[in-house]
């Protein structure tokens, strides 16, 4: 391959530039590179706002997770004491009918 002129290396090294201060532009920079401190800045704060608020959420989890094993519990009485109703009832009628 032939290297390539001087003069075009330097025209795509300039349109490389123009495509890189359209980026910056299209980021919400002012095309330099100036701001990009400004916006890290923000970026880090909402990462930094988000880790707070997963463990927020994580610790509602484990309250929530504690709630729900004392309902399963107070619910398997409960299961446990409509059961056992029921087959009083049963025995009741049976009884009534003279099934034994």
């Known amino acids: 391959m032939a290297p390539k002129p001087v003069l075009e290396t330097a025209k795509n090294s300039e349109e490389n530039q123009d495509v890189n201060k359209n980026i910056l532009h299209l980021a919400g920079g002012d095309g330099t590179g100036n701001s990009m401190e400004a916006r890290v800045a ?59």
């Open 42 to 100: 923000v970026l880090e704060q909402i990462a930094k706002d988000t880790k707070e608020v997963l463990g927020d959420i994580k610790s509602e989890l484990r309250e929530l997770r504690g709630e729900m094993k004392e309902l399963r519990a107070g619910q398997k009485t409960d299961f446990l004491w409509t059961l056992s109703a029921i087959a009083g009832l049963f025995a009741l009628m049976a009884h009534g009918f003279h099934w034994f």
